[in-house]
């Protein structure tokens, strides 16, 4: 039961433009979400989180927006530069462990010149 | 410099064989995590540990085992009794205290042949 869901395994983009990465996620009872990016053979990085209390939030060129009642999230990456091409995954969690992360299958984001 | 440190980054072992990984961090990081990413999957929780000597089960844990003897070190066993053990692990490590952000290790490549 894949609880946090990435419908796209793969987008391109062109450089300069905007990336949107999507998450969807079915537990009411998630509170946290976080993205990752990750480049082959290396661990993830974490990007940027929000809180459900929040629908947004910003660092730099990479924006989160959460929509609770559709429950779903997406990255926002402006403008995309080639060093983004990466996997990004999003990760949830509950405030009755907030250790244990569910993983989406995660993204892979091309940005081409 | 601070970071987390998984060894070796490939690792072949036969059929049959308990095999561990090591991961070490120097970030003074009190929570510490295992996960498992197999192709064309998000991450999965294997083991994780709040604090030194005590550690929980994640979401598959069954064929592994942990230990937690020093804040710096969370060793991952892979026993013979995992039925699919060829994956990429992944160390993870982060404050504790209910803040999920982790940070993670390079990996290790596991071939059971």
């Known amino acids: 039961d894949q609880q946090v869901k990435q419908n796209s395994p793969s987008l391109s983009v062109q450089e300069g433009r905007i990336s949107i990465l999507n998450c969807d996620y079915t537990?009411?009872?998630?509170?946290?979400f976080l993205w990752y990016k990750k480049y082959p053979a290396e661990g993830p990085t974490f990007l940027i989180s929000?809180?459900?209390?929040?629908d947004k939030n910003e660092d730099g060129r990479f924006t989160v927006f959460l929509n609770k009642s559709a429950k779903h999230l997406s990255l926002h990456i402006v403008p995309s530069q080639p060093g983004d091409s990466a996997v990004y995954f999003c990760?949830?969690?509950?405030?009755?462990?907030?250790?244990?992360?569910?993983f989406g299958t995660g993204t892979r984001l091309q940005v081409f010149p | 410099d601070g970071g987390i440190t998984q060894s070796p980054k490939y690792l072949f072992r036969k059929e049959g064989q308990n095999v561990t990984l090591s991961c070490e961090q120097n970030?003074?990081?009190?929570?510490m995590y295992w996960y498992r990413q197999d192709p064309g999957q998000g991450l999965r929780l294997i083991y994780y540990?709040?604090?030194?000597?005590?550690?929980q089960k994640g979401y598959i844990a069954e064929g592994y085992s942990v230990s937690r003897e020093k804040k710096e070190s969370f060793p991952l066993t892979v026993t013979s009794a995992q039925k699919n053990p060829t994956a990429f692990y992944l160390c993870?490590?982060?404050?504790?205290?209910?803040?999920?952000?982790?940070?993670f290790g390079q990996g290790t490549r596991l071939t059971v042949v």
């Open positions: 993870a490590s982060s404050i504790g205290g209910g803040i999920p952000e982790a940070f």
């Open positions: 537990n009411s009872m998630f509170d946290y």
């Open positions: 929000i809180s459900s209390i929040k």
């Open positions: 990760a949830a969690s509950v405030p009755s462990n907030t250790d244990k992360l569910i």
């Open positions: 970030l003074n990081h009190d929570a």
């Open positions: 540990s709040q604090i030194v000597n005590d550690f």
